[in-house]
């Protein structure tokens, strides 16, 4: 419980400066995500194009969830699939309850990417949230 | 768990929860991901201190494993099998033209970990009770291969920051077919928990539903005397639709069914209908059988004053809150982990 709590205040500070408004020189490469009650805490990432950016994924739900990045044909398919497990992409992840779990991604192109978990019934619960690539 | 004094006026409250075909499933769902029309029926009263549930689980056809956990206002003192039809006369009492029809389609049907104090077997249903904080019972679902629906983890905090006791009821059809037991064919199990007042929970009711999605139950409330409630049924999804004294034909009928000879010689009998959006249930009905002053906290229309934790004794408020907590109607169904996760 205690290694949760901090955690989740340093997933708290990494999401302050993620919020912060700035040029992508600026934007923060390690994001902190955490899932509590079936949402993510964070729902809208600035992000730089073209470096590594490092999520870490915090699940503080006695449930399974998943973190999937990717873009609208990517979600389609995934609502459509038949995957038990993630993890073996990293865009593609699956977090046990009370998991934490890092993943490490370069995005190289700008514009937004949604990341959903697509367990039944989670998107429609609001398990979605969007990464702005920023040139 | 406190019993009231002996000589104390005889203290009767009882529920049974019945659903409507398509809106009455609370999000029970199969294997495959389709809705089952599984549903139960739960009666509970009240008598002396002591809460007596019987709750039908009826075989909906199907195979595999499905489940429901249940929050419960006390640690039960026993589970056992229910008696044959008093849930089927407890309906007709309000429903009389629709009474045997009604019964037909009835779909009776941790990071520390949580605490198993009892395990039941009641022919193919098993049951076991649990202790534990909202997180750990849900661990303890899911390390048992269920999914739960995602609202679960705040719903179950909900009820466990008030009663940190769940009862999880696992049918298994497979099981049932082998005993020969038909589609419809009900079990019911009688719980017998000491408590000191009535509470039903009805925010489970709209678990693993989406907001716009209709609840429709009946909750029959029988107490020795005209009970208060809180929420007062007169709107947001609720309305009584019967509050009178009960018959004396109902209750002898009651007391003559298999371990009902606890039912008192008098009571008052309220119907409250559920009628409302998922959205909507954001509360309980909290019930005070002596009439005088039901608890806001036990009908969640606010917090317990001290929070215990996920693992902490009820307090005297919490115990206070007792009650209906079988809401076996809604429960909180769960889904069995044995096919893969959509994703």
């Avoid at chain 1, 449930?63 to 990045?69: K, S, T, V």
């Avoid at chain 2, 039901?294 to 969640?300: K, N, T, Y």
């Avoid at chain 2, 606010?302 to 809604?330: E, H, K, V, Y």
């Avoid at chain 2, 069995?336 to 994703?343: D, E, H, L, N, Y």
Wanted: glycine share 8%; with cysteine.
């Amino acid at each position: 419980m205690i290694i949760r709590t901090l955690v989740a205040l340093a997933l708290a500070a990494l999401a302050a400066s993620a919020c912060t408004t700035a040029s992508a020189a600026q934007l923060p490469t390690h994001i902190g995500i955490r899932i509590h009650y079936s949402h993510f805490d964070q729902t809208k990432i600035d992000v730089p194009m073209g470096v590594p950016i490092t999520f870490t994924l915090v699940n503080d739900d006695p449930i399974d969830h998943e973190w999937l990045i990717g873009d609208e044909a990517f979600h389609a398919r995934h609502r459509a699939g038949t995957e038990a497990v993630h993890g073996d992409r990293p865009n593609e992840i699956s977090l046990p309850a009370f998991s934490v779990k890092t993943t490490t991604l370069t995005f190289d192109k700008p514009g937004p990417l949604t990341f959903i978990c697509h367990f039944p019934q989670h998107e429609a619960y609001g398990m979605v949230g969007v990464v702005m690539v920023k040139p | 768990m406190r019993r009231f004094l002996a000589g104390f006026a005889a203290i009767a409250a009882a529920l049974i929860a019945t659903t409507q075909p398509a809106a009455a499933c609370a999000g029970l769902i199969g294997p495959n991901g389709a809705v089952n029309l599984l549903r139960t029926t739960t009666f509970a009263g009240y008598h002396n201190g002591v809460e007596h549930y019987v709750t039908s689980f009826q075989f909906a056809g199907g195979s595999g494993q499905f489940g429901s956990l249940i929050p419960l206002p006390g640690v039960p003192d026993k589970v056992e099998k229910g008696g044959a039809w008093t849930l089927q006369r407890l309906i007709r009492e309000t429903t009389p033209v629709k009474a045997f029809d009604f019964a037909v389609r009835s779909m009776a049907a941790a990071p520390q970990g949580a605490e198993v104090l009892m395990q039941v077997r009641i022919d193919a249903l098993d049951i076991t009770v649990l202790k534990g904080g909202g997180a750990e019972v849900g661990q303890w679902a899911t390390e048992h291969g269920f999914r739960l629906p995602p609202a679960a983890p705040e719903v179950l905090d909900f009820y466990a920051n008030r009663s940190p006791i769940f009862l999880a009821a696992v049918f298994d059809a497979d099981a049932a077919k082998a005993r020969g037991q038909q589609i419809g064919d009900g079990t019911p199990v009688h719980v017998t928990i000491p408590t000191a007042n009535p509470w039903v929970p009805l925010r489970i009711l709209g678990l693993g539903k989406n907001a716009d999605d209709r609840v429709d139950a009946d909750v029959y409330l029988l107490t020795d005397q005209r009970p208060a409630l809180l929420p007062y049924p007169l709107g947001n999804g609720m309305r009584l639709d019967h509050s009178a004294v009960a018959t004396t034909s109902l209750l002898d009928d009651l007391r003559s069914d298999k371990g009902m000879d606890w039912v008192p010689q008098s009571g008052w009998l309220s119907k409250i209908a559920i009628d409302a959006s998922a959205s909507q249930l954001t509360y309980d009905l909290a019930v005070d059988a002596k009439g005088t002053s039901p608890s806001r906290v036990a009908a969640g229309l606010q917090a317990p004053a001290s929070q215990t934790g996920s693992t902490g004794q009820p307090s005297t408020d919490q115990i206070a809150l007792i009650g209906i907590a079988l809401a076996a109607f809604g429960a909180i169904v769960l889904l069995r982990k044995s096919q893969p996760v959509i994703g």
